[in-house]
């Protein structure tokens, strides 16, 4: 984000004003993300929060919707964002975009039946995989094992045995973006060879590059495009690459985190063309009044009013090493 | 003769308790000594300032000549004093013949580096024969596999007392060494306390049983409340109608 | 019905994975037996060894054999620094063991937040590479870390086991354990072994800290969980049994491990717990077996003291 504040700063700016973040780490504690918030509305007074982690975003909600502050979650997906309040509205597609397309691909053009899940016992996690088990049953499938593992686990050994005892032809991984390369590390090395669907916190290219041969069957979902459809992500993963010396891992949740900016952009350039003041109500008001923002990363990207965003899905499957694309999915 | 245990104007006192005051006494090298005196006379509590058990409040003591009044326990070992307890205190989790290989006074393979020195084998197999030849002497040689909680009491006393003289200093503090033992044991005992005396040790002895001090000690002191009253032969001890009534109370 | 080749990869993986749990049970069951302290000060040894191992490969780019012994140094001098600095202290003064319990305790505590402060909450992976190499064996997972694990905590110890049988320091830290004062009279600097077990305990714990960093992603407050395991061995195995607890430590993982073909994974972590409450309340004194032996204090626990009168002979 702060490249894109940077981009637009240079630029002319958020009509001709300059963009000023103020950035506070919620440690992803639900408990520390209710004090950053509470310390942005109550001292800071800023109209708009920009907010990652589906737990820090259900416990700090309530103090967004409170204090009429816009907050725009980008990066998680728990379906139950979309019911969080009224001040809350997800720039980033929920699991039930994502997670359906996978549970499809894997029943339908991969023919499988019988899938074990593992998930992150969380709000993304948690929901997530019931969304995946609704829609994988709902299809004629059978879920032969559904197992958790608690946040800041290391050690999936007894969910992966578990998994391995009830011969699955299928597991579907419901991690976050640090646990979900070691999750699919230890599947591969306690002998599950099935295929492992993802949602795009698997997208780990240099996990994908050390496990090599292991990594083959695992498939991922995206909700962006990658640097084959679009240059601009193509620049922006050679930014990457220059700066950081390697590739974004989960690169679609970054390209959202990114052009997150530019909403706030245009949501500022439009209550100052309209001569309206920077506040909560009226950041809310701009944001359903324009709808469909043009972003550099996304391209279109459509804000609901019912507090979700559509998105077309892209699934990519690792193989000898490399993410390879299998196509694009609504 | 060498003076190998001196001790001066010792003093302890738990509250209002006085197990020690001013007691003065010279232990030579060489000689037996019999510490008599009723029950809660400070006996044992004396055996336990002078090993540093207990630290004293005032008085010094002297182990051949070197002040060891702030020593710990395990210098004063060092320094050449051994001793036996009234009950019989070994260590459990090692046998009979480990709990005297770690006796003697100075050990070898001490250090990291000794594990690995030239000689640790011999060394290590001259203690064990040390070992065992004090098991000899007791005549506890055929346990000394067994762990002391599977042998009987008076066996369990037998073995202290070999423990103690694995410490081949000159001072040797026996705490009524034959309270349980009758028999062939007895004599044994006696001439073993007498052989190591002859060997240059200063022993003493406190014992309950009158007729074993008198045979064994070349000389006894009587304690009462903490004080040394008397000193002088056994004979000479039991004698007085004063100490008799305070030994016996009648 | 069950494949086999299910449950013999259960009982493998769940062997391997109680390797570095032997060792910090060992660690911990040592000092408990020498010094007679609940030492929860070893999470923070724990997690001094990791981030040292983390600092000397990913800041300093070390091979990491001389991160292992980075982390071994400054794991034993802070073990040293607590013998010597806080339990002589303690000890000097008489305390009550409620005082070394909240001492320990409120130090672990406190070195966890440091480690926060310094590396975040975040866990964090000491090799950028860990993947083993990964063999097949009719159908059973093996791996290069499954043996590496197995062969060091195996034979750690066993040199263990050597070390305090066949040394004369071992047999002192023995003597002190069974009665530290007793020991004293016998020349044995107590002190000293006290500070042997401590270091022995920074050795075990580094060593079980590598195996655990060279498998899984460590963060600053995950010792503290992981030291439940070794209480609950400790406790299983008999206080006072080293050996007895390495040996719970294994049972408890394969039970933990095989737990999971009846519950759900995520229960898993409540099997410790539920072995920790069964082994306080039905084992204070840890499984046993063989039958109990006569106390050498020239008391007989079978006949009380009615020993003290007994004669005797040269033979039995």
Known sequence: MQWAVEDINAAVGAGGRRLDPLVIDTQAR??????????????????????????????????????????????????????????????????????????????????????????????????????????WEAMGGQIVAFESYEPNATDYTGAILKIRASNPDHVHLHGNAGDSPQAIQQLRQLGVRQPITSYSAAYNPAMVQRLGALADGLIVSSLAPGAAESPAVARYVQRWRTSQNREPNNLPATQYVHDTAYIIKALVERLDGSNRPLTGPNMRAALLEIGTFSLPLLGNLTINADHTVRSTVYLLEARGGQFRPLGAFT | MTTALEVRGLTKRFGGIVVAESIAARFEAGRIVGLIGPNGAGKSSFFNLVTGVVPADAGAVLINGTDATRLPMHARARLGVARTWQHVRLFASLTVLENLMIAPRRYHAETPLALVAPGRHETERRLRERAMAQLEKVRMVDFAQRRPGELSFGKQRLISLARALMNDGNVLLLDEPMAGVEGPAYEAIKALVRAEAAGGRAVCIVEHNISFVRDLCDSALFMFQGRILRAGTVSELIASPELTELYFGT | MLDPVILIQVLWTSVASASFQVLFTIAFALVLKVTGIWNFTQPALMGVAFYAMYVAVNWFALPLLLAVLAALAASAVLSAGIERIAFRALRRRAEEPITYFIFTLIFAQFVVFVLTLLFTPEPLYLLADMVPQIWLVGGVVVTSWDLIAIVLSAGMTAALWHWLRATRQGQFMIAVADNADLAEIYGIDKERSFLAAMLLAALFTTAGTYLFATKLALFPELPLHVMLFAVAATILGGIGSVFGAAAAAVAISVLQQFSVLVIASRWQPLVVFAILFIAIILFPNGVRWRGRQRIADGRHSEDGGAAAASSVTTQD
Not at chain 1, 34 to 53: H, K, N, Q
Not at chain 1, 59 to 81: E, F, K
Not at chain 1, 86 to 93: E, H, I, L, N, R
């Open chain 1, 30 to 135: 639900p408990q520390t993300g209710v004090e950053v918030v509470t310390r942005m509305v109550s001292v800071e007074r800023v109209p708009v929060i920009v907010i990652g982690w589906s737990a820090v975003i259900a416990a700090s909600a309530p103090v967004a919707n409170r204090s009429q502050t816009l907050m725009i979650p980008v990066g998680a997906n728990s379906p139950r964002i979309a019911g969080m309040g009224d001040y809350v509205y997800t720039a980033y597609p929920l699991a039930d975009v994502d997670v359906v397309v996978l549970a499809r691909y894997a029943r339908e053009r991969l023919g499988k039946s019988r899938a074990a899940v593992l998930h992150l016992n969380d709000e993304s996690g948690v929901y997530g995989a019931r969304i995946f088990r609704e829609r």
